[in-house]
């Protein structure tokens, strides 16, 4: 069984590969001989999923899936939520997004967080949803140099570390694209 994943994002390419265990090929969007940047414009984690899986599709005729991740702090209401890539502005990088996010909670008492994932898999052009949540909280300052966005400044329920210190292995044990995937790998073996 082949699947394309429809992301440039190759920390999330590197994540799902280190979960496949010969469950399915999964072929990048590089590798299927696609160049494009997928736009991320809607309002909801689950809309711009289906954007780039429907995107993908539609130009490949082929089975495929992508995610979208948000970073959720409650003290924020949610924010930076579907925004976190661009939490510090349109261009920002992820050091920015940091030190905005540790900037804005200063003032805040609560520092629980969660990290949500949302996956759209498209088979023959319908669509099924899954999602994988990791609760948390964000750090007082950044640790680690691993992974990749906000996981320097994010520690998983159970964890006294961040993600940044965590080698794959031990982040995929708390991971929300961790627990998403294994969803829709479940779904596909047990067809
Ligand atoms: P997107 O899913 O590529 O739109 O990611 C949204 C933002 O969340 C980006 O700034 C990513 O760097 C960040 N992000 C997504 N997944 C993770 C993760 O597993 N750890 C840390 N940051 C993440």
């Known amino acids: 069984m082949q699947l394309i ?23 990048t969007l590089a590798e299927a001989g696609i160049d494009r940047d997928i736009p991320e414009p809607h309002a909801t984690l689950e809309e711009n999923a289906r954007e780039k899986s429907m995107t993908i599709y539609q130009l490949t005729g082929s089975d495929c899936f992508s995610e979208d991740t948000g970073l959720e702090v409650a003290a924020l209401g949610g924010a930076p939520g579907v925004h976190s890539a661009r939490y510090a502005g349109a261009q ?21 967080a969660q990290f949500r994932t949302v996956i759209s898999l498209i088979e023959q052009g319908t669509e099924i949803t899954f999602e994988g949540i990791c609760k948390g909280h964000i750090a007082e300052t950044p640790s680690g140099k691993k992974g990749f966005g906000y996981d320097p400044v994010f520690i998983p329920e159970g964890a006294t570390r961040c993600f940044a210190e965590m080698d794959l292995e031990e982040k995929n044990q708390y991971s929300h694209r961790r627990k998403a995937f294994d969803q829709l790998k479940n779904y596909l073996l047990s067809k």
């Open 5 to 27: 994943f429809a992301t440039n994002n190759q920390h999330k390419v590197q994540e799902v590969r280190s979960l496949l265990n010969n469950s399915f090929t999964l072929i």
């Open 92 to 112: 920002a990088t992820a050091d920015q997004n940091i030190y905005k996010l540790l900037q804005t909670l200063t003032s805040q008492q609560s520092r629980a």
